[in-house]
């Protein structure tokens, strides 16, 4: 079945520096691909998607691109911030017999000191 | 707007009791997904709803059940809780079925521990 596997964490990360979470993921048909973001102690925020192969999503200095020949949708972000400590979970949906089921990897803590 | 509500926000049961959860979805949409997520893991999808309807269902024992309300609203029942059933129960709403071009809102979600 479908899936999704990202780097395990947590990344400890300082202020300003470059961050990157790897996300493969394994699918049957074209799904559509995910970033969400957990602050601590709230639910799931969407931060960023994809729909279709080469596209680029991005929000708040965050970016991912959908690689199809790689099956990847790496997260990446240029000068990470304090407030950027959360939890990462990257995730896909294809349309199929759960309906419009999002299926989540395991998700990746960053911590970011000043 | 008002966002996906969930209640109650915390809730402690025993071994072998029922639970009951509600999720209210965004005024206008008609689908509703729950999710579960164990400490430590990403969410994992038990039902979607729509047009109270169960449109989707993922590997979870008939333990678990749901249902969605003419207003939409929509119940996740558990039944005979076991400690495994410990988790954040997320409530997911979106304005139709197929949307895979859309992702649905969370709400808050409930934190139901099991002792």
């Known amino acids: 079945g479908d899936s999704v596997t990202q780097m395990e964490g947590p990344v400890t990360l300082s202020e300003e520096a470059f961050l990157t979470i790897n996300c493969t993921y394994t699918?049957?048909?074209?799904?559509?691909l995910f970033w969400y973001v957990q602050y601590p102690g709230e639910g799931l925020q969407l931060l960023l998607k994809?729909?279709?192969?080469?596209d680029k999503g991005s929000n708040k200095g965050f970016e991912a691109t959908y690689r199809k020949e790689t099956t990847s949708f790496h997260l990446e972000k240029g000068s990470v911030q304090v407030s950027d400590s959360a939890v990462y979970f990257c995730a896909l949906s294809d349309l199929g017999q759960a309906g419009t089921a999002l299926i989540f990897g395991k998700g990746t803590t960053l911590s970011v000191s000043s | 707007d008002a966002g996906v509500t969930q209640s109650p926000t915390h809730l402690i049961k025993t071994r072998g009791q029922q639970v009951t959860l509600r999720c209210s979805p965004i005024?206008?949409?008609?689908?509703v997904s729950w999710y579960q997520q164990v400490l430590g893991q990403g969410p994992q999808f038990i039902f979607q709803y729509y047009e109270k309807e169960e449109r989707g269902r993922g590997n979870f024992p008939d333990r678990f059940s749901a249902r969605q309300f003419p207003n939409y609203s929509s119940e996740l029942n558990v039944n005979a809780l076991l400690l495994g059933d410990s988790a954040l129960y997320l409530c997911?709403?979106?304005?139709?079925?197929?949307?895979?071009?859309?992702?649905?809102?969370f709400g808050p979600g409930t934190r139901l521990t099991v002792l």
């Open positions: 005024s206008g949409h008609k689908s």
């Open positions: 994809a729909t279709k192969a080469d």
């Open positions: 699918a049957t048909g074209y799904p559509s």
């Open positions: 997911a709403s979106s304005p139709q079925y197929e949307t895979v071009n859309y992702v649905g809102r």
